[in-house]
């Protein structure tokens, strides 16, 4: 057996023997946690940013100061948006509509058999959010299967010539971390609570992986996602949006004073109850309403510049987030406010068509070893091109164009608009040609 592969076992045993769940609960034990270095650190930080990305962000809302545990967990106005998935599916647009693929059969049968648009959505986001995702390749019940891993459970020892590539992978199973499986080139095995439980040698010739990088990956294996400075500035908007709330509940609203009531009287507010008072010669007295200088506009203001700022280092135009309608936007405009999420699909569609020829090639040595053959893994991705906010007028303009000049055909425009009806081309071809032939009432 390689060194690889005692090496991989080794970090295996050690992580299941003692595992980690990274479920840090304070801006401090964050702090101190991801101020660490080497592998910890590195898996802390994608489990919170995945964390955050699933909504579980309450869990790291930094305490007011001088709060207690208890007090924390008591205070009844705790809010969050989650500012991390937002963020990180408006960008993620590479695989939401469906893509054509041109494969062999039996590399094709393998895409029916797996959701793989879905797949490649949920893995654009995860690449996104921590850098690095992967899929496995697997063999079950005479089929491939398709598995994505996220970052915060996979450990991976690269190449030393090649430091994007890897030449063991431990990947770590969801729960308390106990279980983890161990690849490499030529072995497997599984290990589980410290102790091997069965390894044997699998003939693949390659890690049954296929990892894809938020960005090219020039001084390491890993890489930084977009989640690391998304999730901590999610988090900081978080308390900054407690603390309004907290706020607007303890000081918002005015304050009854009652001055100088009797004091044999109890004193009981409501609808038909009066507050008597007994006074002398001048001293004041009644029921007044004071309003105390709560800082709600400024803490709502904080609030607006921490959201532009952030979507602003993340290249996100604010268009695409708003709720309201842009009626007199022409469509130059449009197009000039998303330019930065079209040049991202630009970049996003190279990155993606390595990964899936990767993918593809992966597949076919797994099936080569399972049935004896392998297939033909050519495949030809074509990315539907995006669809940007148009007028009717425009649209209609455009479609006229494409038809004129032969670019589209009619019965194409017809599946476009209604996607559901029509299960092919051809079937739109013949319903186009039924819709011709029939008189015009």
């Keep these: 057996m390689t060194d690889a592969y005692h090496e991989a076992l080794a970090l295996a045993i050690e992580h299941t023997a003692r595992p980690r769940v990274f479920q840090p609960r304070t801006g401090d034990e964050l702090f101190a946690l991801f101020t660490g270095s080497g592998e910890s650190r590195r898996m802390a930080e994608s489990r919170f940013a995945f964390d955050m990305y699933c909504g579980d962000q309450l869990r790291y809302l930094t305490r007011l100061p001088n709060e207690s545990p208890l007090e924390f967990q008591r205070r009844p106005h705790k809010q969050f948006l989650n500012l991390t998935r937002v963020v990180i599916d408006v960008l993620s647009q590479l695989y939401r509509r469906p893509v054509t693929r041109h494969a062999g059969e039996r590399i094709a049968r393998v895409h029916a058999f797996n959701p793989v648009d ?47 590539q890897p030449r063991g992978v431990v990947a770590i199973a969801a729960g308390d971390g106990s279980l983890a499986h161990v690849w490499t080139p030529g072995h497997f095995s599984t290990v589980a609570g410290g102790r091997v439980v069965r390894e044997h040698a ?87 309403f004071k309003a105390p200088g709560a800082p709600i506009r400024e803490l709502i203001d904080d609030l607006e510049f921490l959201l532009r700022t952030l979507l602003k280092t993340q290249r996100v135009p604010e268009s695409l987030l708003s709720v309201q309608p842009l009626s ?8 000039a406010q998303q330019t930065p999420v079209l040049e991202d699909r630009i970049e996003r569609q190279q990155v993606f068509r390595a990964f899936e020829h990767d993918l593809a090639q992966a597949t076919r040595t797994v099936l080569a070893v399972h049935e004896g053959y392998q297939p033909e893994a050519t495949l030809h991705v074509d990315y539907p091109e995006p669809e940007l906010e148009q007028s009717v007028a425009e649209r209609i303009a455009a479609d006229e164009f494409k038809l004129r000049h032969g670019l589209v055909m009619p019965w194409e425009l017809m599946q476009r608009d209604d996607p559901d009806r029509f299960e092919s081309p051809e079937q739109a071809r013949q319903q186009w040609m039924k819709n011709k032939s029939e008189p015009v009432a």
């Design 202 to 288: 699998h003939g693949y010739g390659r890690v049954p992986f296929a990892f894809v990088h938020d960005r090219l990956p020039v001084d390491g294996f890993w890489v930084e996602g977009r989640g690391r400075s998304l999730a901590w500035a999610n988090n900081e908007f978080n308390a900054k949006l407690s603390e309004l709330a907290h706020t607007v509940a303890m000081q918002g609203f005015g304050v009854m004073e009652i001055v100088n009531p009797d004091p044999a009287q109890d004193i009981t507010v409501g609808p038909a109850r009066a507050i008597r008072f007994t006074v002398n010669g001048n001293e004041p007295f009644g029921v007044n």
């Design 328 to 335: 007199n936007a022409s469509g130059v405009s449009i197009l």
């Design 118 to 164: 879905r797949l490649m959505l949920g893995v654009d986001r995860l690449a996104r959010l921590q850098g690095v995702c992967a899929v496995c390749v697997s063999y079950e019940d005479n089929e491939v299967r398709y598995w994505p891993w996220p970052a915060h459970r996979l450990i991976v020892l690269p190449d030393e010539m090649r430091p994007d």
